[in-house]
């Protein structure tokens, strides 16, 4: 359900449907853990700053962290009340970010696993949580419609992203973290101003439900994957 890179590119971790998440080696394809311990689907793995653990979200309602080294079970963090949609690390990997289906987003140390602050204002499920390139702002995504921007040491919410006419499954910053890009089940993902919560631009041209959109490295291209079978490549500009 979900892959990703490494910070150093050397191995990959996976997140699958068989209550499992996966660490491969990214040169030789070979299985370097298996990090079983959740006990229904695993929606998303994502591996910390410095490539030491990876953290887990699953429908069984919690996360959980793991050290890659091992594939020991680090810590739970409990305290969703439905499915855990996505998890991601702060870029200096002290905190941790949840989706969940209870319509909220959560942060938490992660170090200690304790519960930090919640994001409470989503009136659907929260599909996407990710933080700003500085780790001082919050994106969420939600069933809502909407996206939104929050304060990462306050929990308050500095910008609504309004404007999708159907759930938006995702939200990305920009390397540089001035825009955001959303995606959306209304088959069009949109580019936003982080200053202003404007939107500045449609990516139309799907015919599908729009599930993901990103950036580039460098920030000039967006790439979108849709239900219509094509993924595809935009100009950022």
Sequence with gaps: LSAAFSPDGKSIVTAGDD???????????????????HTDVVSSAAFSPDGKTVVTASRDQTARTWDTATGKELLQLTGHTDAVNTAAYSPDGRSIVTAGADRTARVWDAAAGDAARLLKGHT??????????DGRAIVTAGQDRTARIWDAATGRVRRLLKGHGDYVNSAAYSPDGST?????????????????????????GHTGPVYTAAYSPDGSTIVTASGDQTARIWDAD
């Design 19 to 37: 209550q499992t998440a996966r660490l491969w080696d990214a040169a030789t394809g070979a299985e370097l853990q298996q990090l079983a311990g």
């Design 124 to 133: 659907g499920w929260v599909t996407s949580a990710a933080y700003s390139p």
């Design 180 to 204: 955001i890009v959303t995606a959306s089940q209304d088959r069009t993902a949109r580019v936003w101003d982080v200053a202003g919560g404007t939107e500045l631009r449609q990516l139309v």
